[in-house]
């Protein structure tokens, strides 16, 4: 996973596999609620079209990026839904053009970044890999909120492994944003991926291991799922208190879904 353009070629097959979903949604079809509370298929299209012009922003203008970081740390929680509520207002054939445009245009800039390069982000800086890994995280993810808005269900890949990769990367970020102390000692994570290949990350002794499906993994790290609808073991007392808080994206810890009922 060492190689941007392979990531940045999974970006782009995961941009369209949502894309199809939306393209031919009617004004109706684009207001249907999302199971994020308030957001509609609008929102997410728009928050991930905000998203992009962020990163791009940050990849491009480090000062200009360092302005909406002091916007975003004045209100944390609302900046964010004010991007959503702004790109979500726009008719649905604009929103979707802008964001075509604007995910294309990151990729030319990620591509074409030099070996090395650093960009500013909310959280850590990144590097073109890590910036293109966050990005499918958040296209996968929310995604999969606009699947379960319309009841589709999609059929998991191997791109789920850039997903599972920066929710392993995220850990200690999961406990610091919540003011705990990360463990100090690493974890082991392995899990089956769709097509049942096993995917192992972490030293093979480590005490504290996580076993299970990999989409439920990434499922989990993306706070799409709660944890009892997984099915996720952890083994050791560690393993088990980040799998109620991961989280793979930067920001305050979300509240998570609820358990099914039933």
Not at 118 to 145: C, I, K, N, V
Not at 162 to 191: C, M
Not at 226 to 235: E, W
């Amino acid at each position: 996973m060492s190689d941007p353009a392979v990531v940045l070629d999974d970006l782009r097959s995961e941009s369209e596999e949502v894309d199809r979903l939306v393209a031919t949604l009617d004004d109706a079809g684009w207001a249907t609620p999302t199971p994020a509370p308030g957001w509609t298929i609008a929102h997410q299209i728009a928050h991930l079209a905000w998203t992009d012009r962020a990163a791009l922003l940050a990849a491009t203008d480090a000062d200009a990026f360092a302005a909406e970081t002091e916007k975003a740390l004045a209100d944390p929680g609302g900046f964010v839904d004010q991007g959503a509520e702004e790109g979500a207002a726009l008719p649905p054939a604009e929103l979707l053009a802008q964001w075509r445009e604007g995910r294309e245009r990151l990729q030319d800039v990620l591509r074409a970044a030099p070996p090395g390069s650093r960009f500013p982000w909310y959280g850590p800086p990144m590097s073109a890999l890590s910036m293109g890994t966050a990005r499918l995280m958040e296209t996968w993810a929310h995604g999969q909120d606009i699947a379960d808005a319309l009841g589709v269900v999609r059929r998991p890949t191997a791109r789920l492994r850039h997903v599972a990769w920066i929710g392993l990367r995220a850990r200690d970020y999961a406990y610091l944003v919540r003011g705990l102390t990360p463990p100090a000692a690493p974890f082991r994570i392995e899990l089956t991926g769709p097509d049942g290949e096993q995917w192992a990350y972490g030293p093979e002794d480590a005490a504290q291991r996580i076993t299970g499906p990999a989409l439920d993994f990434c499922l989990l790290v993306t706070q799409r799922v709660h944890r009892a609808d997984t099915a996720l073991v952890a083994h050791g007392g560690d393993a088990e208190q980040w799998l109620d808080i991961a989280q793979a994206f930067a920001g305050p810890a979300g509240p998570g879904r609820t358990p099914k009922e039933g």
